[in-house]
C-alpha cells in the first residue's frame, strides 16, 4: 500500500474532474469561439467553470483569467504591475521565502534595472507587515507576497499589507500568490484587498496544466499572449476546455466541503505532529506554520535526500522541500538560518483531505527505521 504526503507538491486528481474533463473532450468538445451550437454549448460551460473559480475565490467572473499554471500567473502578475507602474518607479518588496515563480522574475527585474527588496522570515519562517512597511518606498510598484508558505505552511499577512498599501496611499500593485493557499485557509480576494491573486489546479485535485489569475476590476491589464482574443483579448489560444472544466468540478467539490476538511486536516496534522516528535527520537518540527495541510520537520543528522529515497522505497512519499528543487538546499529553509545539522534533514509532509491516521502511522514506523538502518552510515 503506497502512502502519498506530498499534496504541496501536487495532488490526486478527484473523480468528479475526471469525469468533467472526459465529458468536456467527449461530448462538449466544441471550440467556444465557434457561432454553432457545439461551439454556443462549449461557450456556455466555459462561463460556467470560470463562474464557480470566481465564487471560490469571492470574485466576479470577468475577474479570472485562466492560464496554463500557478508559475503563469506569478510571471503575469509581476509583469504587468511593474509595466503598468513603469512610470513611479523601479522598487520591488517580496519575500526570500516565496516561490521560484515570483523570485526567478524578480531577479529577472533586477538585471533590468530594478531593485527588490526581500523580506527575511525570522526563525519560524513569519513576516510581519511591519517589515513590508520598512521597506516600503515612493517608487515602490509592486508588493509580491505569497499567502501559504509552500514548504513551511506559514501564513503571511497579505490583508495587513493591503490596508497598509491604502493606509500610505501608495500606488504599489499588492499580488498574491495564492496557489498554497487556495481551498486551504479561508480567503476572499476581496479580503486580501490584492490586485492579482495566482491559484493553480494540480494542487486541488484538478489535472496539471490549468492554473487561474484574478484580477482586480479596473485594472489596464497588458496582454499575455496575442492572437484569437480568447480570455478577454488578455491570453489568446484556444481555451483548454477539458483542463477548465476539471479544474472547476474538483473547486466546486472541495469547496463544497471546505470547513470539515478543513477541521479534519487540522487534526490530522496535529496528530501527525505528536505521533512523529512522540515516537521518532531526535525529530524536530520547523517553524508553527498555521496551514492546515503542510507539516515541516527535521531529521537532524540525516541527509533529506537519503531518508526520502528510504521512504519512497517502502511506498511512502514525502519531499524534501520544494519538488521544484530538486536536489538543491531550499531557499526557504536556508532563509530561516537553521543549523546545517537541522538544514539538511528537512522534510515536508503535506496532507489531503484523503489522508488518514494510517498514512501518518506509516511515515512514523518507517522513520524510526530510518533512524536505525542509516544511523550507521551517517554518523
Ligand atoms: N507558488 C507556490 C506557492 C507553489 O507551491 C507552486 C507550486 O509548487 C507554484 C507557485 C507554481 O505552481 P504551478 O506548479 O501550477 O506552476
Redesign the pocket.
Known amino acids: 500500500m503506497e502512502h502519498y504526503l506530498d499534496n504541496?507538491?501536487?495532488t490526486r486528481v478527484c473523480s468528479a474532474a475526471v469525469e468533467a474533463a472526459v465529458a468536456a473532450m467527449t461530448t462538449e468538445y466544441g471550440n467556444p469561439s465557434s457561432r454553432h451550437l457545439a461551439g454556443s454549448r462549449a461557450e456556455g460551460a466555459l462561463k460556467a467553470h470560470r463562474a464557480v473559480i470566481a465564487k471560490a475565490l469571492g470574485a466576479k467572473a470577468e475577474e479570472i483569467v485562466f492560464t496554463?499554471?500557478?508559475?503563469?500567473?506569478?510571471n503575469w502578475a509581476i509583469h504587468a504591475a511593474v509595466e503598468l507602474n513603469r512610470r513611479r518607479g523601479k522598487h520591488i518588496i517580496t519575500t526570500a521565502i516565496?516561490?521560484?515563480?515570483?523570485l526567478e522574475p524578480c531577479r529577472r527585474l533586477e538585471r533590468e534595472g530594478y531593485e527588490v527588496t526581500y523580506l527575511k522570515p525570522d526563525r519560524m519562517g513569519n513576516i510581519t507587515v511591519e517589515q513590508v512597511a520598512d521597506a516600503l518606498r515612493e517608487d515602490t510598484v509592486l508588493v509580491s507576497m505569497?499567502l501559504?508558505?509552500?514548504e513551511l505552511g506559514t501564513i503571511l499577512p497579505v490583508k495587513e499589507v493591503s490596508g497598509l498599501l491604502k493606509e500610505k496611499k501608495s500606488a504599489a500593485l499588492l499580488h498574491c500568490?495564492?496557489?498554497?493557499g487556495f481551498l486551504k485557509v479561508p480567503f476572499t480576494v476581496g479580503e486580501l484587498g490584492a490586485d492579482f491573486v495566482?491559484v493553480?489546479?494540480?494542487?486541488v485535485h484538478a489535472p496539471?496544466g490549468i492554473?487561474a489569475l484574478y484580477i482586480k476590476n479596473g485594472i489596464r491589464m497588458p496582454a499575455m499572449i496575442y492572437g484569437g482574443h480568447q480570455e478577454g483579448g488578455l491570453r489568446s489560444g484556444t481555451e483548454p476546455t477539458a483542463q477548465i472544466a476539471a479544474f472547476a468540478a474538483a473547486v466546486e467539490e472541495s469547496a463544497a466541503c471546505f470547513a470539515r476538511e478543513r477541521t479534519y486536516l487540522e487534526q490530522l496534522k496535529k496528530y501527525a505532529a505528536e505521533a512523529l516528535t512522540g515516537q521518532v527520537e531526535g525529530l524536530e518540527l520547523v517553524g508553527d506554520g498555521k496551514a492546515p495541510h503542510i507539516l515541516p520537520v527535521t531529521l537532524p543528522g540525516y541527509k533529506s535526500e537519503v531518508v526520502v529515497r528510504f521512504l519512497s522505497d517502502r511506498g511512502i512519499f514525502v519531499s524534501s522541500g520544494?519538488?521544484?528543487h530538486k536536489g538543491k538546499p531550499s531557499h526557504v529553509f536556508a532563509a530561516l538560518n537553521l543549523p546545517k545539522k537541522q538544514l539538511d534533514g528537512v522534510l515536508r509532509i503535506s496532507f489531503c483531505a484523503q489522508n488518514t491516521k494510517e498514512d501518518v502511522d506509516a511515515l512514523v514506523l518507517a522513520l524510526k527505521q530510518a533512524r536505525e538502518q542509516l544511523f550507521t552510515s551517517l554518523s
Open positions: 504541496a507538491a501536487t496554463s499554471c500557478g508559475t503563469e500567473s506569478d516565496e516561490h521560484d515563480a515570483v505569497m501559504v508558505n509552500n500568490d495564492a496557489v498554497q495566482a493553480s489546479g494540480h494542487k496539471k492554473g520544494s519538488a521544484c
